[in-house]
């Protein structure tokens, strides 16, 4: 099992950069993969950014391509999310999670995600 908490929100102006930080607690770190997720108000939890165990892969929504930058360090037990050229559209709470599952192509479903943080608020005002 792996606990999950994320750090690094805040409130930044449109087109600014935040890093987002989750560290990992538990065991083999390294043994899963890792997703971040968001959710605005009054909409569903939705996929931003996901990476394979040895950051091999990594898959990104339409959304946020070329804008966001997925990375973990395996020694370090910590998945970065890092966000650049912020828009309105991008303010919610973002979540980290994590598969022990072994996936080529890291997957954008929740239901693939079993371990989850408590979540860290971004809003970019316009």
């Known amino acids: 099992q792996v606990q999950l908490v994320e750090s690094g929100g805040g409130l930044v102006q449109a087109g600014g950069s935040l890093r987002l930080t989750c560290a990992a607690s538990g065991r083999s770190f390294s043994t899963y993969v890792m997703g971040w997720f968001r959710q605005a108000p009054g909409k569903e939890r939705e996929f931003v950014a996901g990476?394979?165990?040895?950051?091999?892969?990594?898959n990104y929504a339409d959304s946020v391509k070329g804008r966001f930058t997925i990375s973990r360090d395996n020694a370090k037990n910590t998945v970065y999310l890092q966000m650049n050229s912020l828009e309105s559209e991008d303010t919610a709470v973002y979540y980290c999670?994590?598969?022990?599952?072994?996936?080529?192509?890291?997957?954008?479903?929740?239901?693939?995600?079993?371990?989850w943080g408590q979540g860290t608020q971004v809003t970019v005002s316009s």
């Open positions: 999670a994590a598969s022990g599952k072994y996936y080529y192509i890291p997957p954008s479903t929740r239901e693939e995600y079993a371990y």
């Open positions: 990476i394979s165990r040895s950051s091999i892969n990594t």
